[in-house]
């Protein structure tokens, strides 16, 4: 039989030839190409190309080529995807000038995936993924993003187009020859054009090669490092033209040149350009020098930057490059391209002169640099030289030079061979490895029909690559295959033959195209060209049909090369003849697909067959290719792939058996004489390779046909048919004569390729044999193996395995059997590896006797192959034994690695995959060992697949872990415990921030029908669930909705004419409009961050409606009728505030862009304050980044103030303190005094310059930066210039000088770096109590000689303009630094006299101030707030209730009575900072008791004292500063507050009171309530700005402070609020949580209870969250390790995961928890499990299959009957979903059937017996013992009976048995003598159970001969053996016939 392998094996059969033509070009016929007539009238006449060809030689000189038709052209490459391994090709196509990219396999239909047109013709398309990193080190390549592109290159420039949809385009300075795809980017090579002179001394070359890493990023030229002839290596340009790229890799990253001078091909590797290398080409191209001293990089660099500023490079790119060529270096440029070493001086110079070079004779010289010392001298010689000052001038001084990114170093050169071959280019490279993993670099030199190998491996370091020798074969095409490790090489004969790396392994049979002849091989014919047309697809059988053409004879004769002849046999060759059409070449390889180009034309695509289909076979193979030295690991692989793929070769199901056929004979067996390998059934496959016998025609039958059929499966299976009983007939006897007959000469053949190696492949087959035993789903493969493994024990008399396959398949293992024997002589030469075992290794008695604590030797496994059993050996290691060090070690000592000596790398690599990453929190093996397993990739469907036995201790592992896991565990291991809680929240962290969970995707139709009020975004869910009690949140909306008309409800009196009346109603009317303009900004409040806009949608902006309806006819009423006097531009700052109110809706995590900021632009001009107002909310909400310069350059120079205003603020908040250049620029043309002092006057609004100061303020926040804070506090006092310049609205200005200046020093305190001579607080200080004005220093003195005409000031401070500034600018500087000297400066004046100089208002700025700065002294009571009021006024204070005033001359009451008010309004202010967003309870009481008194005041008869105006403006700021304290959490009594304000609209109420109430209710519902206000400085800076206490008087008054900033309160909001999701339902839910607070000087640690959702406390107060049970499994967020998790979690809408517990519900369906399956069920668990309804469990659980096995296991049907089974499952349902272990339900029932199974006595395996045996031990073990004493409740099965209940319907089966006659059977095997087939499984079972040791160890400790128990006990002491199994034992072994039973 083997002979017949030889001759039939070398043919491999190719699987689906399918006709191939590129999918583009038949879209192409389709593609609407219309572009081409508009291009023509577009183009000059060079640039047209025209379709048809007609004008093609009109084009550039370079580019003509004689047939101009369409060239086309494709390539194809592996299509990958992300679901699951579907295999497919992608194509991209190019022809004209169209790239047409589709996908597509035989599986799955071809498609365009895009396509793309371009202005001129295609020269190159290729993909190309750059990296998006800005990191540019090496290392930032292993796990930088991508961003997969496709290039396009045409003749002037390259387009990029990425996957994401961007689009690049990147001109181009010079002609490319070629673009190549790299590791790191793009490559060039510039195409050296014809008119270039070759570069003489005075010349300095351009470089050839350049890269480009982004598309964004720079073309740069590339760097070569190589050895020079002196040996030392040097940096240069790759300058060489000689030097053509021929490949190009990613993977490894190596580059292939050919010289085509030298003829030689060379590898360099590629990498990024390190630090030093840069700098040597950079100094080294200025340093050296011809006299003119230009450093020719520099004008490298303009020449680049110059061409690629738009001028097309002419035909040819030197006449640009002119300037460059007469500028130099020096000669001593460094040798342009080095030669390897090995090159001798002679040689070059030789060669230079040869006639052959032509032009370039004396190139040669000037490419060696001989002369190494001519470096020096030339240096000095600069400054002597007399025109070099002179030369430089031209060069441009903007020309730095460009740096290099990529670098190539030398690797390898090809040998030199004495014959010069010219043009001996390879066309074509590629890496191939063979089926050992050795990688080879094949280049195929068409010229000399032959395919190069050089073979190549990285050195152990993995630093570089190696070289080894070159081999050559004979080819006239190739390609790899790289799915099955092999290449296809077409020969001169036009064979097809299959190689892997240079080892042969067969012909290459194609059915339906002929095998070329052998008539015609000694001269092949060449078609005479390329065929131009291309056929419509036709049948294959025509495509085959004969050339029509000449067919010329090749030059080449065929016969150099005669050794092929007596390989092709000529039987084979010459059955079918076709002549002509023969394979020409082989194109687009991917995985195991190749498209062969026919000579006539066409092409076809064929599919090599894979090395193997079946799981199993693949295993085997792998371990069989691990243990042989790689030749003879080669030799069996390709011996198997021909058997396995030969024509007509095997179906999936005999894989199998092939495989062991083909195994067993390159062992040395003959499989026809073995019984069992004879019967193999290959499924009518009767080709000859494998059955010659069964084929053989044979006029009479014989008896061995008879045999055969006995002996068949086919035969057994019918003798065991039911039928066959039913009829009684006897089965047959096979005649064992037959048998013994054969088995008497069955030897091996010790010749064999595999004979010597049978041991090695024998124990790796049994490791694998154990590894299978460890996956449940390899059941068949494992009885399969069995067979195998059995044969080759019994042959190799190793006794120990066949009794261990035994004990494991006792049906499967008969006693005797078939033994081929081996003859003594040559059992020497079988090699008995180190390794080798005669024990044989047993998993599952590892694990048992880790379980039971013995001793134990490490575990082998194979690297890669046996992962299964390694993870096991090492989990039991960590968990049971409890060491650490298991996992953590390199090498464990608990598992012997298997290898042969020199194959270490691999093994180290499989070493470094599973490094522990020690980074997760663990603490206990628990969780170690869950940590680890993730790591590793070990998933829930691995731990499935697990025998539940030795699932077991991971499953109890991850369900101690499941309990309290850390917040920090990556998703993986949150999976593995089943938290998927958790793995949510760690997926969405993971994922950028977009849409979460809660957006509210609330289709917008639902509200069409009333108007929309901007609210309608809001998460209802949510909201409903934080205040489920009453309607509030409606009532909220009502209040702050602008859109719709109100009520103007006027009683017409009978006195009033209807025409007063009109205007009665109208001024009403105009009256509640001042309220209605005041809504905008409280309802941004409400709405904040609630929405993601749809970026196809402009922003759906509710509009401001100032218009009523009057009762009781509902007439409309208009203030536009001209009735009465309508102040002008009254809605313009409104609508500003309605514009910020829709832009802040948007979430700072909605994807927007530049575009649709522009889109969104208004196309009516009245809608430009609210496109103002708009832009300045995408500032504040971080978006404005993305306008481009373009744009807000665009909106500035329209001059529309408001647009100025929001654009500034805007982009200066979106940039907040980081002092950015441009911005500062933009902000300082707004500023005069950041201005030059020569500059022109800009005519700048003042509103807008307001604007710029607090955006210089916002810009450089907390930098003390000191030249703006000089500025700022000058601007505070700047005087009023003459011609009214800055005479209107000063207060504001000094307002917006005094923040800024704030801001800029916020909490700096007295530290202020630098500014000390500034004198900032004692200028400060002057501003605020007034003074002589200080000498002005500074640039700006010549701007303030003139005073003003208009306002005499003198030289005074002007207090009233700048004290509110001066006095805000303190309290920041100040800010929380307890400083008291400051504060006492800001105390109120204590006497009458002083008092008289402080305006009232004031007193409330310095009060705020002072307690702001004395931040730990403010205590939230009434008593702290009155202590800031100094004695004088508590003591004369009136009671506002008295009624008639005490009279007192020298007092002035009024003053009194007002300073006590606004001194109250400041204290409570800075309460409400203080303790803004925290809810403290002290704080609203104290509060809410002002706010109360205040109101009571503003209604006491004589509150015309203190006077209704100061009042009011007092209750306001007491009613923000309780919305501040209670900010987000929606307090009904201060909302009740609102409402009652809200109402109140005559008299005293003016526009800014209803701003200031309508914020108050907005911070109150601060974005829908999940939002609150911080207390950082940066925060209370921005509120302080947006709460500034002095309110517009009315809706167009910016005087005092700029109405804009009231929306600076969103720097100061954060997300607090956390929403608990359930992770089941995806509903938002309740659930409680337990906060820890941190200790502070004020309280000791404490811990509070809050019922989610909920609004946090300010994180930095926090020790840590916990999620409490007993409804939800529990979680635990530290914040002690940073509060980074819990920002993410918030920012992300405070998404929270949470995971019901079994039996529980919902806190909304069950709130007092009654309900629950454990409440009902607290009474006696025993009796009550019986009565467990199946019904009730769907109130436990929502997993589907726990569902369903209730409905239809434990409910009775009909026919079922078994009551005891129906309730053991009702038991064990209702314990498992009790303990929620419901992942045990499997191993229960699993443990049931096979105890019932046992009873019946039909074990046919014992795998199952042993896992029982395991899960016993696992429980008895020590560690699980001294687990369950630190835990008592916790742990798997641990309250159940069902355990005892197993053990002992096991026990006393066996025992029946024992007694039944098994003791008979029990003592045969013992003493080794045969015993009874039908007792097979029993006894086998009964061994496994009682680890009964195998008799082999029986007799050395002599046990036959003992007397007495007690001995016995002695004696198997050194057995390990059990107790209980001896006392069954003892009656056997002590001669006592009777069986003693316990």
């Known amino acids: 039989m083997s002979n017949f392998y030889e001759e039939r094996a070398t043919m491999i059969a190719a699987g689906d030839l399918q006709e191939f033509v590129p999918f583009g070009r038949d879209h192409c016929k389709h593609h609407p190409n219309a572009l081409n007539l508009q291009l023509r009238q577009l183009q000059p006449a060079s640039e047209l190309w025209s379709s048809d060809g007609a004008a093609g030689l009109v084009g550039s000189l370079q580019e003509v080529t004689l047939h101009e038709k369409q060239k086309e052209s494709w390539q194809l490459r592996r299509g990958g995807s992300e679901i699951g391994e579907v295999d497919y090709d992608e194509e991209l196509y190019v022809a004209g000038n169209m790239v047409i990219w589709s996908k597509g396999s035989k599986s799955q239909a071809l498609a365009v995936y895009k396509a793309f047109t371009v202005d001129s013709p295609v020269q190159q398309a290729l993909w190309c993924d750059f990296i998006i990193s800005q990191d540019k080190s090496e290392k930032a390549y292993s796990s930088a993003e991508v961003e997969k592109c496709i290039c396009i290159l045409q003749s002037s420039c390259i387009n990029m187009h990425s996957i994401e949809g961007k689009d690049y385009i990147a001109s181009l300075p010079f002609q490319v020859a070629n673009v190549w795809p790299t590791k790191y980017g793009l490559l060039f090579e510039r195409s050296s054009s014809s008119h270039e002179i070759p570069p003489g001394p005075p010349r300095e070359p351009l470089p050839t090669m350049f890269s480009m890493l982004h598309p964004l990023d720079e073309i740069t030229p590339l760097v070569c490092k190589s050895g020079s002839l002196f ?45 030093e290398e840069e700098n040597a080409v950079l100094k ?43 500028q130099s270096r020096s000669t001593s440029s460094p040798s342009l391209h080095s030669r390897s070493p090995s090159i001798s001086n002679m040689a070059a110079l030789s060669r230079a002169h040869s006639p052959a070079s032509g032009v370039h004779s004396f190139t040669g010289v000037q490419r060696f640099n001989l002369s190494s010392h001519n470096q020096s001298p030339r240096r000095h010689s600069i400054s002597h030289s007399p025109d070099s000052n002179s030369n430089s001038s031209f060069l441009a001084p903007e020309t730095e030079p460009i740096v290099p990114e990529l670098c190539i170093d030398h690797l390898w050169t090809e040998a030199i061979t004495n014959i010069r071959e010219k043009n001996s280019q390879a066309s074509k490279v590629f890496i191939t490895s063979d089926l050992c993993g050795q990688k080879f670099l094949c280049f195929l030199v068409e010229s000399q029909l032959q395919l190069r190998c050089v073979k190549f491996q990285e050195s152990n370091d993995k630093t570089q690559l190696i070289f080894g020798s070159i081999t050559n074969i004979q080819a006239k095409d190739a390609a790899p295959v790289e799915k099955i490790d092999t290449m296809l090489v077409l020969e001169s004969s036009g064979n097809l033959v299959l190689y892997t790396g240079v080892v042969r392994v067969g012909k290459v049979f194609i059915p339906g195209l002929p095998a070329p002849s052998l008539t015609m091989s000694n001269a092949m014919p060449r078609p005479s060209t390329p065929l131009d047309s291309v056929s419509t697809p036709t049948p294959l059988s025509k495509l085959l049909g004969t050339l029509d053409e000449v067919v010329l004879l090749s030059p080449v004769p065929e016969l150099r090369d005669s050794s ?46 894979e090395i ?12 069989i290719k691990f243990i042989l030295p790689k030749e003879i690991a080669v030799q069996m692989l390709v011996k198997w792939y021909s058997v396995h793929s030969a024509p007509g070769g095997p179906s999936y199901h005999s894989e199998w058996n092939l495989f062991v056929i083909c195994l067993m004979n390159m062992m040395g067996y003959n499989t026809d004489r073995l019984a069992w390998t004879r019967n193999f059934d290959f499924e009518g496959s009767l080709s000859p390779v494998i059955a010659p016998k069964k084929a053989r025609p044979s006029e009479t039958g014989s008896d061995e046909d008879w045999e055969y059929l006995l002996n068949s499966d086919y035969h057994q299976k019918v003798e065991s048919h039911l039928l066959n009983r039913s009829l009684c007939l006897s089965p047959l006897e096979v005649s064992q004569i037959k048998d013994e007959d054969l088995s008497q000469n069955l030897s091996l053949d010790s010749s064999t390729l595999l004979f010597s190696h049978i041991p090695a492949m024998f124990f790796v087959l049994h490791l694998v044999y154990e590894e299978l035993k460890l996956n449940t789903l390899m059941g068949e493969g ?62 599952y008695q590892w694990v048992s006797s880790c379980l039971k604590g013995e001793e134990m030797p490490p575990y082998p496994y194979l690297p890669g192959i046996c992962e299964r059993s390694r993870l096991v050996v090492l989990s039991i290691a960590l968990y049971i034994l409890g060491d650490e060090s298991s996992v953590c070690d390199e090498s464990s000592h608990y598992l012997s690695r298997i290898s042969l000596a020199p194959q270490k790398s691999q093994a180290e690599q499989e070493e470094n995959r599973f490094s522990f990453r020690h980074s ?39 369900y101690h872990c499941r309990e309290q896991p850390a917040a920090d565990w990556p998703e993986a291991v949150c999976l593995l415990i089943g938290r998927q809680d958790l793995s949510k929240q760690a997926c969405e962290g993971n994922l950028p921030k977009g849409k979460s969970v809660l957006s509210s995707d609330v289709p917008s139709g639902t509200e069409t029908e009333e108007e929309d009020d901007g609210m309608n975004d809001m998460n209802q869910e949510v909201m409903s669930l934080i205040w489920s009690e009453d309607l509030r949140v409606q009532d909220v909306r009502r209040l702050l909705q602008s859109a719709h008309p109100v009520r103007v409800n006027v009683v017409q009196y009978p006195e009033l004419s209807d025409h007063e009346f009109i205007e009665e109603k109208e001024n009403r009317l105009l009256q509640l409009c001042q309220r209605t303009m005041a809504l905008p900004v409280g309802r941004g409040m409400f709405t904040l961050f609630s929405y993601h806009p749809v970026p196809t949608e402009p922003l759906p902006i509710p509009k401001l409606n100032l218009t009523g309806r009057a009762p009781p006819r509902n007439t409309t009423v208009d203030l536009n009728s001209g009735n009465i006097d309508v102040p002008p531009n009254m809605t313009s700052w409104a609508s500003f505030h309605n514009g910020v109110a829709a832009g802040l809706k948007i979430a700072p995590a909605s994807q927007i862009d530049s575009a649709w900021i522009v889109y969104n632009k208004p196309k009516h001009a009245e809608l430009a304050n609210e496109y103002a107002g708009f832009l300045m909310a995408l500032g504040l909400n971080g978006h404005l980044t993305k306008l481009a310069t373009l744009n807000i350059h665009d909106y500035l120079t329209k001059g529309h103030e408001m647009t100025s205003i929001g654009l500034l603020l805007g982009v200066s908040a979106a940039k907040l303190g980081t002092m950015d250049m441009s911005i500062t620029r933009l902000l300082s043309i707004h500023i005069p005094a950041l201005l030059p002092p020569t500059s022109t006057e800009l005519d700048v609004p003042h509103n807008v310059q307001v604007a710029a100061v607090v955006g210089i303020g916002l810009v450089y926040q907390g930098t003390a930066h000191r030249h703006t804070a000089e500025v700022l506090l000058a601007e505070i006092g700047r005087p009023p210039g003459p011609e009214m310049e800055y005479c209107t609205d000063r207060e504001s200005y000094s307002l917006a000088a005094g923040l800024a200046l704030g801001m800029v020093c916020l909490g700096h305190g007295s530290n202020l770096i630098g500014m000390s001579d500034l004198n900032v607080p004692e200028q400060l200080y002057q501003y605020m109590v007034g003074g002589h004005r200080r000498f002005q220093a500074g640039m700006h003195r010549e701007k303030h000689k003139s005073p003003s005409y208009q306002i005499k000031e003198g030289d005074t401070i002007n207090v009233d303009v700048t004290c509110p500034g001066a006095t805000l600018a303190l309290a920041m500087i100040y800010l929380k630094t307890n400083n008291r000297s400051i504060a006492d400066w800001l105390r109120a004046p204590d006497t009458m006299y002083l008092l008289d100089f402080v305006k009232p208002e004031f007193l409330l700025l310095r009060t705020l101030a002072r307690c702001l700065i004395l931040w730990d002294d403010i205590l939230p009571n009434s008593k702290w707030v009155d202590s800031n009021v100094p004695q004088i006024i508590r003591e004369n204070s009136i009671s506002l209730s008295e009624i008639e005033l005490p009279c007192s001359e020298d007092l002035n009451l009024e003053t009194l009575s007002q300073a006590h008010v606004y001194i109250i309004a400041g204290a409570c202010l800075s309460l409400g900072f203080r303790f803004a967003g925290s809810e403290n309870l002290s704080a609203f009481n104290c509060l809410h008791k002002f706010a109360k008194d205040f109101m009571t005041y503003l209604s006491a008869p004589n509150a015309s004292v203190t006077g209704p105006y100061n009042l009011e403006t007092c209750l306001s700021v007491v009613l923000l500063s309780l919305a501040m304290v209670m900010a987000g959490s929606g307090n009904l009594k201060v909302l009740q507050l609102c409402r009652f304000l809200h109402m109140k609209t005559g008299g005293e109420m003016n526009y800014g009171f209803h701003l200031a109430h309508h914020m108050a209710l907005g911070i109150l519902f601060l974005g829908g309530g999940r939002y609150s206000l911080s207390t950082s400085n940066s925060s209370i800076a921005a509120l302080l700005c947006a709460l500034y206490p002095h309110f517009p008087a009315h809706s167009t008054d910016n005087r005092y402070h700029l109405q804009a900033l009231r929306h600076l309160y969103v720097l100061a909001a954060e997300p607090r609020l956390l929403v608990p999701v359930d992770v089941d339902t995806n509903t938002p839910c309740y659930a409680l ?18 019922m989610a959702p909920t609004l946090l406390p300010e994180l930095h107060l926090l020790k840590q969250i916990k999620v409490k049970g007993p409804r939800y499994w529990e979680l635990l967020i530290d914040l002690s390790k940073g509060t980074q998790h819990l920002k993410s979690i918030l920012s992300k809408d405070g998404v929270l995961y949470v995971k019901l517990r079994a039996g529980q519900l919902s806190y909304k369906d069950d709130p007092m928890g009654w309900q629950s399956l454990l409440a009902q069920t607290v009474a006696n668990r025993n009796s009550e499990a019986r009565a467990f309804k199946p019904e009730t469990i769907s109130a436990f659980t929502s997993d589907p299959a726990l569902l369903s096995f209730a409905e239809y296991f434990c409910k009775p049907t009909v026919n079922m009957g078994q009551q005891e089974l129906l309730d053991l499952f009702s038991s064990v349902l209702y314990e498992c979903v009790t303990q929620e272990t419901p992942e045990m339900l499997p191993a229960y029932i699993a443990m049931d059937q096979a105890v019932r199974r046992l009873g019946r006595r039909e074990m046919s395996e014992t795998s199952e017996l042993w896992q029982i045996k395991l899960v016993l031990e696992f429980f008895s073990s020590r560690s699980h013992q001294e687990r369950l004493q630190t835990h008592p409740k916790r742990g798997l099965f641990m309250n159940s009976e069902f355990l005892p209940v197993v053990k002992c319907s096991i026990d006393n089966t066996l025992d029946q048995w024992l007694q039944a006659g098994g003791d008979v059977c029990l003592h045969a095997y013992l003493s080794g003598q045969p015993w009874e087939e039908s007792q097979l499984s029993m006894l086998a079972c009964f061994l496994v159970y009682h680890s009964v040791p195998a008799p082999r160890h029986l007799p050395s400790v002599g046990l036959e001969g003992s007397t007495s128990f007690a001995e016995l006990l002695f004696k198997c002491k050194q057995l390990k053996m059990p107790v209980r199994a001896l006392l069954r034992l003892a009656p056997l072994l002590l001669g006592n016939p009777q069986p003693m039973v316990m």
Not at 231 to 259: C, E, N
Not at 577 to 600: A, F
Not at 920 to 935: D, G, H, K, T, Y
Not at 1633 to 1650: A, N, P, S
């Open 782 to 843: 494992i009885h399969s193996l069995v067979d195998l493994l059995v044969q080759l024990a019994r042959d190799l008399k190793l006794e120990p395995y066949l009794d261990h396959y035994y004990r494991d398949y006792p049906t499967l293992v008969r006693t005797t059997g078939q033994v081929c024997t081996i003859d003594q002589g040559q059992t020497g030469f079988m090699h008995h590896p180190s390794f080798f075992t005669s024990e044989p290794p047993s998993i």
């Open 920 to 958: 997760p929190s663990v603490s206990s093996l628990a969780e170690r060992l869950v940590v680890w397993m993730a790591n590793v990739g070990f998933t829930l469907r691995d731990l499935e697949t697990l025998p539940f036995g030795i699932a077991l201790p991971i499953r109890d592992a991850i």
């Open 564 to 609: 092929k002849l007596h390989d092709s046999l000529y039987n084979e060759d010459c059955t079918f003849q076709q002549l002509g059409t023969y394979i020409h070449s082989i194109r687009d390889p991917v995985r195991n697909r190749v498209t062969l180009e026919l000579s006539n034309g066409s092409m076809v695509r064929i599919t090599l067959p």
């Open 231 to 275: 040996g030392s290596s040097r940096v240069q340009y790759v300058v060489d033209h000689a030097m053509k790229i021929v490949f190009l890799s990613t993977d490894p990253s190596i580059v292939m040149t050919y010289d085509t001078v030298q003829c030689l091909h060379s590898v360099w590797v590629l990498r990024r350009v390190k630090a």
């Open 284 to 326: 080294f191209s200025e340093q050296g020098g011809t006299p003119q001293n230009v450093a020719p990089s520099s004008s490298l660099t303009a020449n680049l930057r110059s061409l690629s500023k738009g001028d097309s490079p002419v035909a040819s790119p030197f006449q640009n490059y002119s300037s460059i060529h007469s």
């Open 1633 to 1650: 949580l337990e906060v820890t607070y941190k200790g502070t000087q004020w309280y000791e640690q404490t811990k509070e209870e809050l």
């Open 612 to 623: 193997a289909t079946s799981e199993l076979v693949q295993t085997c193979l792998q371990a």
